[in-house]
């Protein structure tokens, strides 16, 4: 019997008694109604159902959900021992697990890439990730070091619209052009010494 809030589904799965049953049962659960997902069962199931019917594609139909979903939860079965373990405990991300799965095939230097990016965002872990895969020979800190202080940093920009009349306008473009600018250009350059006043 399973019921709807997956208990008997997580034991059946724990105890290693996948059953077509269970294992859709738990995926239901997991992908369409829990708020707290148990991600080692979900994939755990993905794989035991990708494995009977074939395809990644299949276990989606039958589930009502994307084959991408059900790839990423399989792919955590791909991940070093320790890492699974990271990824169970919630100290990484499911993203950044699928991540590592794809684009890191070494478990020693996924476990060591893991660790560099598990207290960071699953933004910045994406391309920590993805600078550690093209630098392979480079340890994971100094991989995080090097993206997380290349980091962009962003300016807030406002934008004023002034009410002009035509005869004011064709004066500034008159006096823009001949200044080789745009008028808007022109127009935040008087503001900005103005302000400097």
């Known amino acids: 019997m399973v019921r709807r809030d997956g208990l008997c589904v997580r034991l059946s799965v724990r105890e290693s008694k996948m059953d077509e049953e269970s294992a ?3 995926l239901f659960v997991n992908l369409k109604g829990a708020k707290e ?8 199931a993905c794989r035991f159902l990708r494995q009977k019917y074939g395809s990644f594609r299949k276990v989606a139909e039958k589930v009502g959900v994307s084959s ?22 919630k100290e990484i991300r499911l993203d950044t697990g699928y991540r590592l799965s794809t684009r890191i095939k070494d478990s020693k230097r996924q476990l060591e890439v893991a660790r560099a990016v598990s207290d ?6 994406r391309a920590v990730i993805e600078y550690a895969k093209l630098n392979s020979g480079m ?11 290349s980091k962009t940093i962003t300016q807030r920009l406002h934008a004023i619209i002034l009410s002009l ?7 500034l473009r008159t006096k823009a052009s001949k200044l080789k600018k ?3 250009e022109l127009v935040k350059e008087i503001i900005e010494k103005w302000l400097e006043q």
């Open 120 to 125: 960071i965002s699953s933004h910045d872990a």
């Open 24 to 26: 859709l049962a738990l």
């Open 139 to 149: 340890p994971a800190m100094e991989v995080r070091e090097k993206v997380m202080s």
């Open 37 to 44: 997902k148990d991600y080692l069962a979900t994939a755990k």
């Open 165 to 171: 009349s035509e005869e004011a306008y064709l004066n």
């Open 182 to 184: 745009r008028p808007s």
């Open 68 to 89: 991408e979903i059900i790839r990423e939860f399989d792919s955590l079965l791909n991940l070093h021992e320790e890492v699974v373990e990271m990824v169970r405990t």
